[in-house]
């Protein structure tokens, strides 16, 4: 929803960032505002994964150049769990499997290190269950779950729905979702969407990044952004995912390329 | 010119590990009750072991079975044989364990300390004590020093210096529900000093027990920190498991910081018998645990569960042998490393399946975590098969703390610390969470814990 006057909650300008010497995001800009959802798409190897990982402060990425204001402050120099802290969440595109390790305490280990940074007391194991218990609701997981470790044996669509399971537990005010989607049947898709949809509101923005045109018919996005050779080319409303569904990625670059030219 | 002075000083090197056993023995040994008719035999089965260990010689590295391992460390300590040291029984209440207040024997430095045990749990019948404070187990003889491989130098040194022991005895059809706590305590002294701590297990047919061995220190600090002298413990425990018994043993190596440990585990299992071992090795600047299991029956069980974790200098053998002899025998062991700095853990696990031993289904995997690029680990998983009808696997892993894993974690808000230390603590979680005594369990998830947050 676009919202009158909302926060900024991400300001990037001019970003460039390299993993091993290449440089895969080359001067991308994006804003957005609370209440927003925003959706990036564009083809493989446009740096879409790049940039999720880059804001969420993945250390195999370096930024050249540029700025990222979250709500206020330069996030660049904030460690990878500082921006978790301050609400910057990022839904993997192949969460990992941590054997050994149970998804409730997991959770309850994430959960606590955000209400320390809060200087609220951090929760027991009876009050966590009961907060959880309430969480699991939000994208129909099974209870069992919780007591295996984290995503080991899951199904592709039980790991998505984990990690919507701890957005929903750590109620970022910034919401990456890399490729969510990908490899998930139609119900699993529904019920991930769903539970993205309610936890959407007028005070955090969701950043969608996707391949596919089929996840914005449930989740609809406020803009849609396609990211071409590490630049965001274009932007638009959810029309333009119907388009770039219909003519392919080709006709966006060709429009670029036409521009360019007119100038 | 040089040349010659290094040949000379690894003749004299040579000439001093041949002799080190019999000098030791002669340092160090004393006599006991001597002219007792009731100890002769004790005195012919030290007499024996102390023939056998003056002709060994202290293993060097061209030892196949000591390659990794250097003990010549020893050449250079000057031991005497241990004090005896009185230990009040708050210095030990940290090592004590809740499930096991009255089944507790305590030695403190190989000698028993009546004022810090007590036995008051046990069922009828069933006897644990020190061997030379109680009335003798009838048949006590066929057992003591009697398993496979006791020629064996060091467990020779340990038989022929056997003055006093813990025994355990469980009559047939006894289930002992209390873990019975066998806590060997060394205390420092004056002088570096050796102390052999000796275990005497008899489970007998369809009985079952469960058994703490515990190495630790009072005295001397924290085990991570170094102690005054070095000392040296080199303990012999022998396990008989009777007929469908069941024999649950948990060992606790946590030696003082300047320790050298050396212990030898030999478990006898008749048919359909049960025992399910977890060694846990977190102390000595040096440690060499050999465990040996002989099946004498068919339909026996063994899981052999390992966890090694060092840190600074420490280096930690772990070689076990599991020697099938018979049909239908199942056995289980996982091996787990987690080494620091410049430490050093060793492993070498063999399972020998003849052909008398068909339909055997033995499983074993070693599974290693290095922490710093200057960590070490040598691996070892050896099968030998004979038999043609048997399900056998083994496999070895060394791996690093995952960096996506730990990015992972921090992107859900944990620090760098917290993540690795969540991941080590699930690794080694694997060995501690099976250890079937709550309290114990607790022990060595905040020794696990203490030794990561001295990391940071």
């Known amino acids: 929803m676009i919202v009158e006057n909302g926060e900024v909650i991400l300001s990037v300008r001019d970003l460039r960032a390299e993993v091993d ?3 895969i995001l080359k001067g991308l800009n994006l804003e957005i505002k609370a209440g927003e959802i925003h959706a990036i798409m564009g083809p493989n190897g446009s740096g879409k994964s790049t940039f999720s990982k880059v804001l969420a402060g993945h250390p195999d990425y370096t930024v050249t150049g540029g700025e ?6 330069n996030i660049l120099e904030m460690a990878a769990e500082e921006r978790a802290r301050a609400g910057v969440f990022l839904a993997f595109q192949y969460p990992l499997e941590i054997p050994g390790v149970t998804n409730l305490d997991f959770l309850r280990v994430a959960y606590n290190s955000h209400r320390k940074h809060k200087g609220l007391e951090e929760l027991d194991a009876l009050d966590f269950d ?6 699991l609701e939000v994208v129909k997981m099974n209870p069992a779950f919780l007591s295996r470790s984290v995503n080991e044996g899951f199904s592709g669509g039980e790991k998505k729905r984990n990690e919507i399971l701890q957005m929903a537990l750590l109620e970022p005010k910034l919401a990456i979702l890399d490729e969510t989607d990908s490899g998930l049947d139609i119900d699993a898709l529904r019920i991930v969407a769903n539970g993205v949809n309610q936890l959407a509101s007028a005070e955090n923005a969701m950043l969608v990044i996707t391949h596919y045109q089929r996840l914005l018919n449930y989740i609809v996005p406020d803009y849609v952004h396609v990211m071409e050779a590490g630049r965001i080319v274009t932007t638009g409303t959810k029309e333009l995912a119907l388009e770039l569904e219909a003519r392919g990625y080709e006709w966006v670059r060709e429009e670029e390329a036409a521009e360019v030219g007119a100038r | 010119m040089s040349v010659e002075v290094v040949g000379k000083d690894l003749k004299l090197v040579s000439a001093d590990r041949e002799a080190y056993f019999a000098r030791l023995l002669q340092r160090v040994n004393q006599r006991v009750s001597q002219g007792d008719e009731k100890w002769e035999w004790l005195q012919e089965l030290r007499s024996r072991a102390a023939a056998l260990a003056s002709e060994g010689a202290l293993p060097s590295t061209r030892d196949e079975e000591w390659r990794f391992t250097d003990v010549s460390e020893l050449l250079r300590l000057n031991l005497q044989a241990a004090e005896p040291v009185d230990v009040p029984v708050e210095s030990v209440a940290a090592l004590s364990l809740p499930e096991a207040a009255q089944s507790r024997l305590v030695f403190v430095n190989g000698v028993f300390a009546p004022h810090l045990s007590e036995v008051a749990a046990l069922p009828a019948g069933v006897l644990a004590g020190n061997l030379l404070g109680g009335e003798l187990p009838v048949g006590i003889e066929e ?9 064996e130098v060091f467990a020779a040194l340990n038989t022929a210096g056997l ?3 813990a025994v355990v005895w469980v009559p047939k059809n006894v289930a002992v529900a209390a873990p019975i706590h066998l806590l060997f305590v060394g205390a420092a002294g004056a002088e570096s000093f050796i102390v052999q701590p000796r275990c005497l297990v008899v489970a007998e047919h369809g009985s079952s027990v469960t058994l703490v061995e515990h190495y630790a220190t009072v005295g001397m600090g924290c085990p991570d920190k170094p102690a005054a002298r070095p000392y040296f413990t080199n ?3 022998e396990i008989w498991a009777g007929e469908n018994a069941e024999v649950t043993h948990i060992r606790v190596q946590r030696e003082g910081a300047e320790g050298f440990h050396v212990s030898r585990g030999a478990v006898a299992q008749a048919r359909n018998s049960r025992y399910s071992c977890y060694a846990v090795s977190l102390g000595a ?5 050999n465990l040996e299991v002989f099946q004498t029956g068919e339909g026996t069980e063994t899981t052999l569960n390992g966890l090694t974790m060092i840190v600074g200098e420490q280096v930690a053998d772990t070689h076990s042998v599991i ?14 490393c987690i080494v620091d700095d410049r430490a050093h853990s060793v492993f070498n696990g063999k399972v020998f399946v003849p052909k008398a031993a068909q339909l055997t289904d033995a499983a074993q995997l070693s599974r290693n975590l290095l922490l710093s690029s200057k960590a070490r680990v040598d691996t070892k998983p050896q099968l030998e098969i004979t038999a043609d009808n048997v399900k056998c696997s083994h496999g070895a892993t060394v791996s690093q703390l995952d960096a996506e894993e730990v990015f992972y974690l921090q992107s859900r808000g944990l620090s760098a610390a917290d993540a690795r230390n969540l991941l080590i603590d699930s690794f080694a979680g694997e060995v501690i969470g099976q250890i079937p005594v709550y309290s114990l369990r607790k022990m060595l998830s905040r020794c696990v814990g203490c030794r990561m947050d001295s990391w940071e």
Do not use: C, W
Request: zero cysteines; a positive charge.
């Open chain 2, 285 to 289: 600047k040096l440690s060499r645990h």
């Open chain 2, 323 to 336: 020697a099938l002899n018979h049909p239908h025998g199942r056995s289980r062991q996982l091996h787990k």
């Open chain 2, 235 to 237: 303990a012999v425990t």
């Open chain 1, 130 to 135: 009961d907060l959880i218990q309430e969480k």
């Open chain 1, 68 to 73: 990222v204001i979250f709500r206020g402050g």
């Open chain 2, 163 to 165: 003055t006093d022991a």
């Open chain 2, 143 to 151: 057992y003591l020093g009697k398993q496979s491989g006791g020629e």
């Open chain 1, 21 to 23: 010497g290449v440089e």
